[in-house]
């Protein structure tokens, strides 16, 4: 049978629901995990969030992509005016709480944040935190649309041959398509959520 890619994302620092689920997947060493960003804001403990999916690392193989709020965070680091804005407005607050204060965040875990991918990209899978641009011809795309595409991708063809297994927007389930799977369900964003992890080829839901 063949090894397990497991895909994780939006996790937004709810740590407990990610040591559930993680302990529900029983991981093993020859598995891969690709964790699909948001790791932070939102969700109390981000430190926590992030400390748990290096740690995971020591277990098996994991990939780690960057996230819209990873990619604020670091706008915001460099000063943009915009992606203050967003990181502040959108669950910066319990970040910076989590480590104690914003400068705080680049010390503990700067080297993790500048070394996440934009996404990961097998035979058969891309992993991405929202998706691409259809009919845009992959080496064209416009990066930001990595972590902040929407309803332009969800709601069309795209031409790739992979599957596309994304996050970003969430449902109250998992959304499966012919030509993708989005994964987020709303971990973070709201209390009763789960958080929803997708084990690879067998296409089968473990939730939190
Ligand atoms: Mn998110």
Redesign the pocket.
């Given at each position: 049978m063949a090894n397990r890619i497991i895909a994780i994302?939006?996790i937004?620092g709810e740590i407990d629901k990610l040591n559930s689920l993680l302990d529900k997947l029983a991981i093993q060493p020859d598995d891969t995990i690709v964790f699909m960003?948001?790791y932070i804001?939102r969700g109390p403990d981000a430190k926590g969030v992030i400390d748990k999916v290096i740690a995971m690392g020591e277990v098996c193989k994991c990939v780690y992509l960057k996230?819209?709020?990873e990619y604020a965070y670091l706008k915001a680091r460099e000063g943009e005016r915009y992606y203050t804005h967003l990181f502040w407005t959108y669950g910066g607050v319990q970040t910076a709480e989590s480590y104690g204060n914003f400068e705080n965040i680049y010390k503990v875990h700067g080297e993790f944040l500048d070394n996440l991918l934009p996404y990961y990209m097998t035979d058969d899978y891309l992993f991405i935190?929202a998706g691409i641009r259809p009919q845009v011809p992959f080496n064209a795309q416009d990066e930001r649309d990595f972590y902040y595409i929407r309803g332009e991708f969800i709601y069309k063809k795209h031409n790739l041959p992979q599957k596309i297994i994304f996050?970003?927007t969430?449902f109250k389930e998992p959304q499966v398509q012919a030509d993708k799977i989005c994964i987020?369900t709303g971990c973070?964003?709201y209390p009763d959520a789960v958080l929803t992890a997708l084990i690879l080829p067998e296409e089968r839901f473990v939730h939190s």
């Amino acid at each position: 049978m063949a090894n397990r890619i497991i895909a994780i994302t939006d996790i937004h620092g709810e740590i407990d629901k990610l040591n559930s689920l993680l302990d529900k997947l029983a991981i093993q060493p020859d598995d891969t995990i690709v964790f699909m960003g948001d790791y932070i804001d939102r969700g109390p403990d981000a430190k926590g969030v992030i400390d748990k999916v290096i740690a995971m690392g020591e277990v098996c193989k994991c990939v780690y992509l960057k996230g819209s709020h990873e990619y604020a965070y670091l706008k915001a680091r460099e000063g943009e005016r915009y992606y203050t804005h967003l990181f502040w407005t959108y669950g910066g607050v319990q970040t910076a709480e989590s480590y104690g204060n914003f400068e705080n965040i680049y010390k503990v875990h700067g080297e993790f944040l500048d070394n996440l991918l934009p996404y990961y990209m097998t035979d058969d899978y891309l992993f991405i935190h929202a998706g691409i641009r259809p009919q845009v011809p992959f080496n064209a795309q416009d990066e930001r649309d990595f972590y902040y595409i929407r309803g332009e991708f969800i709601y069309k063809k795209h031409n790739l041959p992979q599957k596309i297994i994304f996050g970003h927007t969430d449902f109250k389930e998992p959304q499966v398509q012919a030509d993708k799977i989005c994964i987020d369900t709303g971990c973070g964003k709201y209390p009763d959520a789960v958080l929803t992890a997708l084990i690879l080829p067998e296409e089968r839901f473990v939730h939190s």
